[in-house]
Nanobody
Framework: EFVESGGGLVQAGGSLRLSCQAS????????MGWYRQEPGKQRELVAG??????KYGDSVQGRFTVSRNSAGNTVYLQMNSLKPEDTATYYC?????????WGQGTQVTVSS
């Protein structure tokens, strides 16, 4: 199980920090990170860690930062300079041994 926290309502220009923690031990995740989805739209990559590399969606580059803890069972997303278009449900994911596991989703709403 992967438990997300940190979502909420924030004004444009504000910041939020999302966390996603696995309830058990994870061995060598190939990748971890965050996607987001708006109603009626496809899920899109926000930020991910693959091996030692970090990648970001074009719309969040320079504003969001993805990180992980040393144990590899928690992934974070620091979101700064938030915009109304960042409003979505955010899902964490872990890729482990060829399988993708998802968090339950946390809502982020940015008011103008």
């Amino acid at each position: 199980e992967f438990v997300e926290s940190g979502g909420g309502l924030v004004q444009a220009g504000g910041s939020l920090r999302l966390s996603c923690q696995a309830s058990g031990t994870i061995y060598n995740p190939r990748a971890m990170g965050w996607y987001r989805q708006e109603p009626g739209k496809q899920r899109e990559l926000v930020a991910g860690i693959v091996g030692g590399a970090r990648k970001y969606g074009d719309s969040v580059q320079g504003r969001f930062t993805v990180s992980r803890n040393s144990a590899g069972n928690t992934v974070y997303l620091q979101m700064n300079s938030l915009k109304p278009e960042d409003t979505a449900t955010y899902y964490c994911y872990f890729s482990i041994r060829g399988h993708d596991f998802w968090g339950q989703g946390t809502q982020v709403t940015v008011s103008s």
